[in-house]
C-alpha cells in the first residue's frame, strides 16, 4: 500500500494523553498524521468528552468516518479498566469503544507507543550524544524523564519489533557516590521506596535541589518548581541549580546505562520525555554519557552503544499508528467490519 492510499476503514484516530495534555491526530493514509490537536485535560470532565470534542472539530475534511483508534496514556494498561494516576479520568475500555461508535479502540502505555516508533525516526528526528554504534538486529532501550520516568524497549522477533510494557522507572533509586546517597537519604525521609522516578523526573529536579541544599545548611524559603531549577541552572549564575541540573543528568546516565546492560541494548539507548529537550545544547557536555560509559567491568560494552535524544515532534502518534496497523493485520475482519447504526450515529455525536 502506498502512502497516499487512504486506509480503506477511512481515518484512523491516534493520541497521546498525558496528565496535563492530551494531543489528538488522524491518521487519513499510511504514514499521513494531520489535524494534530492538543487538548487540556482538566477543560473535559471525561476521555469520552476529550475525543468528541476532538473529533467534532476535525473529521468534517478528513475522508469520513473514524472506526479504528489507538490512544497511548501515560499510565499502566492491564485489562479493561483504565484509571490515569495523574489525572481524574477513569474508563472501560470496551464501554469507551462502544460509546465512541468504534471498531477498534486499542490502548496502550504512551512509553510502549513511543518504543515503536524509534525504527522510523531519520536523523533529523535526532540528536547522538556520545559515541558508539548501533548493531542491527539488537535489542533497542527507551527512558524519558516527564511527570515521571518512562522505561521501554524494543525485542527484534522474526521479522517484527515487539515492544516491552515495562514500569521500570520504579525500580529503586541506586547512588553512585557520596553526594548520591546524602540525596537518597534526604528523600528517605519522605518516602518508604525511593525509586529512580523520584529523582530522574520534572519533580525529581525539584526534589534534588532540596536535597542539595539541606546538604548544603542552606534553608530555602519555598521549592524551586522544576523549570526554576533549569532555568536558574543553566543562565549560570545560581550554583545549587546548576549542581541540581548536573545531579540529575548523571542519575539520567546510570538509570540509561541499567537499562543497556540489562537489555543487552546494543541497538542503542534513546532518550524521551519533556525535560531533557528543554536543557537545550547543555545536554550533550553534561555528566549523562561519561555516567553511561561509567559501568565498570561493562564500561567498555556501554562505550560501544550509542544514545539518541529524540526531537521528533509527534514520535507517540508515530508509534500508536504503528502499533494500531499491526493490530489490525492481526485482526483483519475488524478491518472490514461494517459498523451497526447506532455506533455510526454515536461516532458522530
Not at 55 to 76: E, K, Y
Not at 182 to 196: N, Y
Not at 256 to 261: D, S, T
Not at 265 to 280: C, F, H, T
Request: hydrophobic share 45%; charged share 15%.
Amino acid at each position: 500500500m502506498q502512502a497516499n492510499t487512504p486506509h480503506p476503514g477511512g481515518p484512523r484516530l491516534l493520541a497521546d494523553i498525558g496528565g496535563t495534555n492530551a494531543r489528538f491526530a488522524l491518521e487519513t493514509a499510511p504514514g499521513s498524521i494531520e489535524a494534530v490537536q492538543t487538548l487540556a485535560c482538566a477543560d473535559h470532565p471525561r476521555f469520552e468528552d476529550a475525543v468528541r470534542a476532538y473529533l467534532g472539530a476535525s473529521v468534517a475534511g478528513c475522508g469520513g468516518q473514524v472506526r479504528h483508534a489507538a490512544i497511548a496514556i501515560a499510565n499502566p494498561v492491564d485489562g479493561d479498566e483504565i484509571k490515569m494516576t495523574n489525572h481524574h479520568w477513569a474508563f472501560s475500555i470496551e464501554a469507551a469503544r462502544y460509546a465512541l461508535g468504534l471498531d477498534t479502540l486499542l490502548v496502550v502505555n504512551d512509553f510502549t507507543a513511543l518504543a515503536m516508533s524509534l525504527p522510523a525516526l531519520q536523523d533529523a528526528d535526532l540528536v547522538r550524544v556520545g559515541g558508539g554504534a548501533a548493531r542491527a538486529g539488537c535489542a533497542i532501550g527507551l527512558v524519558g524523564a516527564g511527570t515521571g520516568l518512562g522505561v521501554s524497549g524494543l525485542v527484534p522477533s522474526n521479522g517484527r519489533w515487539i515492544p516491552l510494557h515495562s514500569e521500570g522507572g520504579h525500580v529503586a533509586f541506586s547512588p553512585l557516590d557520596e553526594r548520591e546517597a546524602d540525596v537518597l537519604r534526604f528523600a528517605w525521609q519522605r518516602f518508604d521506596h525511593v525509586s529512580a522516578e523520584r529523582f530522574v523526573s520534572g519533580p525529581g529536579l525539584a526534589l534534588i535541589h532540596e536535597a542539595l541544599a539541606d546538604r548544603a545548611g542552606i534553608a530555602l524559603a519555598s521549592a524551586l518548581a522544576p523549570s526554576d531549577v533549569v532555568a536558574r541552572g543553566l543562565e549560570g549564575g545560581d550554583a545549587l541549580c546548576k549542581q541540581a541540573v548536573d545531579v540529575f543528568c548523571g542519575m539520567l546516565g546510570t538509570v540509561a546505562a541499567n537499562l543497556a546492560v540489562t537489555l543487552g541494548a546494543q541497538g542503542g539507548i534513546y532518550i524521551g520525555g519533556g525535560v531533557v529537550p528543554r536543557l537545550g545544547d547543555y545536554f550533550a557536555s553534561s555528566p549523562f554519557r561519561e555516567r553511561f560509559e561509567r559501568k565498570g567491568r561493562l564500561s567498555g560494552f556501554t562505550a560501544r552503544i550509542p544514545t539518541f535524544l529524540i526531537t521528533a515532534s509527534y514520535p507517540a502518534l508515530q508509534g500508536a499508528s504503528r502499533l494500531l496497523a499491526d493490530h489490525l493485520a492481526d485482526h483483519p475482519a475488524r478491518l472490514h467490519a461494517v459498523p451497526s447504526t447506532r455506533e455510526a450515529a454515536n461516532a458522530s455525536i
